[in-house]
T-cell receptor, first 115, second 117 residues
Framework: AQSVAQPEDQVNVAEGNPLTVKCTYSVSGNPYLFWYVQYPNRGLQFLLKYITGDNLVKGSYGFEAEFNKSQTSFHLKKPSALVSDSALYFCAVRVRMDSSYKLIFGSGTRLLVRP | GAGVSQTPSNKVTEKGKYVELRCDPISGHTALYWYRQSLGQGPEFLIYFQGTGAADDSGLPNDRFFAVRPEGSVSTLKIQRTERGDSAVYLC???????????????FGPGTRLTVL
């Protein structure tokens, strides 16, 4: 079955420290991978995507993600966390379904950055 | 410019009632998606429109759920005979392009929180 997994329900990090939010996927064919962030009472916001090319993808708000084909992972990273980064983060993968494509989302990881 | 908007932001209804949830996509976006997000879960795909037609409705849980997009812009998600298990946040997203919108990022609305008592 095609799926995406976020193994951590919550990640805690101190402000200024690097952060990593993990994501692994299982798809047939080449994966198209996305990260979204959700702030309270707001819609999901796109952070970055991997389609092809460089394994290190840079996105919004200083976030980046590293695509690792051998480990089927797409971990989200930031060199120096901010308190304002505290939010719910979702990894998603595109899958082919009949005549169209759709996104399958992970269950989300809550990031808590303490001052 | 304006993003994706959804109305109402909150809807409380009683079991067995009919509800309609509205989505106004970003102007010019041809692809429109509905998702359902239950507490503690990621968004779950319901239905995808390309223009006026439902290109993929495989995510609709049963025939109580139906969605339309008659003019290729605004979409309405309709739920008949609501059940308590329908309680969730219903998210709408839109995207450019004809490639199923899955190369271009999807822009999400703030969602409608549906509570069925």
């Amino acid at each position: 079955a095609q799926s995406v997994a976020q193994p951590e329900d919550q990640v805690n990090v101190a402000e200024g420290n690097p952060l990593t939010v993990k994501c692994t996927y299982s798809v047939s064919g080449n994966p198209y991978l996305f990260w979204y962030v959700q702030y309270p009472n707001r819609g999901l916001q796109f952070l970055l995507k991997y389609i092809t090319g460089d394994n290190l993808v840079k996105g919004s708000y200083g976030f980046e993600a590293e695509f690792n084909k051998s480990q089927t992972s797409f971990h989200l990273k930031k060199p120096s966390a901010l308190v304002s980064d505290s939010a719910l983060y979702f990894c998603a993968v595109r899958v082919r379904m009949d005549s169209s494509y759709k996104l399958i989302f992970g269950s989300g990881t809550r990031l808590l950055v303490r001052p | 410019g304006a993003g994706v908007s959804q109305t109402p932001s909150n809807k409380v209804t009683e079991k067995g009632k009919y509800v309609e949830l509205r989505c106004d996509p970003i102007s010019g976006h041809t692809a429109l998606y509905w998702y359902r997000q239950s507490l503690g879960q990621g968004p779950e795909f319901l239905i995808y429109f390309q223009g006026t037609g439902a290109a993929d409705d495989s995510g609709l849980p049963n025939d109580r759920f139906f969605a339309v997009r008659p003019e290729g812009s605004v979409s309405t998600l309709k739920i008949q005979r609501t059940e308590r298990g329908d309680s969730a946040v219903y998210l709408c997203a839109s995207s450019e392009g004809l490639a199923g919108g899955l190369i271009n990022e999807q822009f999400f609305g703030p969602g409608t929180r549906l509570t069925v008592l």
